[in-house]
C-alpha cells in the first residue's frame, strides 16, 4: 500500500505528547499478548504466494488487534493501517501505521531483536514513532525535537542522540539479510557498501534502528520494506539527530528500499554508492 499524500495536519508539541501517550497506551497492550506466545510453542503460517517465506502468528494478529482497538477508541478521528488487518480510513489526513511485531522471523526462532512499531502519519510524513520491545523492556519513542528511551515500566527515560563517524571506514553497519537483496545491481551496491565500512552485521530488523538512534550503529540498509516496516522508526531517528530516506535520497515513509544513517554527512557520503538503474 502506498501511503496517501495530501495536505498535512499541523500539530503542534502538546497535542504530539498527548497522542504518544495513546500510542503509549496501545502499545502496553500488545506487551501482555506478545510475551505470552514469546519462547512458547507456537504455529506459523506462511502468507507468501508462491515461493517465499513470510511468516505470521497469532502474536501478530492478536497484538494488532489490542493495538487497533486501544487506537480507535482513544483517536477515533484517526484511520488505521496495520500489517495484520484491513486498514481504516476516515477520509482524514491523519493515520496510525502499525507492525505489531516487527522481526516476526526473530520472534518464532526466540530472539528478542522484534519489536512493536507505532507510527504516526500526518498525510505527508512521519511524524511521531514508537518501537517497543517488551523483553528488553525498552520503548524508544520519538517526536518532533524529542527522541527518548523508556524503560522500567516508564519511570525511567533517556535521551537518545544518533552518534557521528567522520568516513564510511569507520562505520558499523547493520542489514536485515543480504538474502533480500535479490535484484543484481542492487546486491552490487550492497557489497560495495559492505566492502568500505568497518563492520556489517545482520538481523535486528527494527531493533537495528534503534540502536543506530541509540548512537551504536552508523548506518542501517534494507530493502523490500513496507510503510508499516518504517513509518514508526522514521522520527526516533530524525529526532536523535540521523537521516533516514531511500536508496535516491527521497522520503522513505513507504518502504522499498530505505537507508538510515546517524548524520546527513555520513548519509551524503552513503548514497552515492547505493544508486542503480
Known amino acids: 500500500m502506498k ?6 495536519v499541523e500539530l503542534d508539541a502538546n497535542e504530539l505528547h498527548s497522542l504518544l501517550q495513546i500510542a503509549q497506551r496501545a502499545a502496553d497492550a500488545a506487551r501482555p499478548i506478545s510475551c505470552s506466545y514469546f519462547r512458547q510453542p507456537m504455529q506459523v503460517e506462511n502468507k507468501a504466494l508462491g515461493s517465499g517465506f513470510d511468516p505470521v502468528t497469532m502474536a501478530d494478529r ?23 488487518h484491513e486498514a481504516i480510513t476516515d477520509g482524514g489526513a491523519l493515520m496510525w501505521i502499525v507492525d505489531p511485531i516487527d522481526g516476526t522471523r526473530a520472534f518464532m526462532s ?20 514508537l518501537m517497543d520491545q517488551p523483553v528488553l523492556d525498552e ?8 527522541a527518548l528511551l523508556i524503560t522500567s515500566n516508564n519511570s525511567v ?26 535484484n543484481r545491481a542492487a546486491n552490487e551496491c550492497f557489497l560495495n557498501l559492505k566492502k568500505t565500512v568497518k563492520l556489517m552485521r545482520y538481523g535486528g530488523d527494527c531493533y537495528a534502528y534503534a540502536l543506530l538512534a541509540a548512537g551504536f550503529v552508523d548506518i542501517v540498509v534494507d530493502c523490500d520494506l513496507q510503510p508499516y ?49
Open 3 to 8: 501511503l496517501p499524500r495530501c495536505t498535512p
Open 62 to 84: 492478536e497484538a494488532e488487534l489490542a493495538i487497533r482497538d486501544v487506537l480507535r477508541s482513544m483517536s477515533p478521528h484517526i484511520g488505521f493501517y496495520g500489517e495484520e
Open 110 to 129: 526466540g530472539m528478542p531483536l522484534w519489536g512493536t512499531l507505532i507510527g504516526l502519519y500526518d498525510g505527508e510524513r512521519a511524524v511521531l514513532g
Open 139 to 146: 520503548r524508544y519513542v520519538g517526536y518532533g525535537d524529542e
Open 157 to 182: 527515560t533517556s535521551s537518545l542522540s544518533a552518534r557521528f563517524v567522520p568516513s564510511l571506514q569507520d562505520a558499523v553497519a547493520y542489514c536485515t539479510t543480504p538474502d533480500m537483496f535479490t
Open 229 to 277: 516496516d518504517i513509518a514508526a522508526l522514521i522520527p526516533i531517528i530524525e529526532a536523535a539527530g540521523g537521516v533516514v530516506s531511500n536508496w535516491k535520497g527521497e522520503r522513505a515513509i513507504d518502504g522499498g528500499y530505505v537507508v538510515a544513517c546517524g548524520s546527513p554527512e555520513l548519509h551524503a557520503h552513503v548514497l552515492p554508492l547505493l544508486q542503480f538503474d
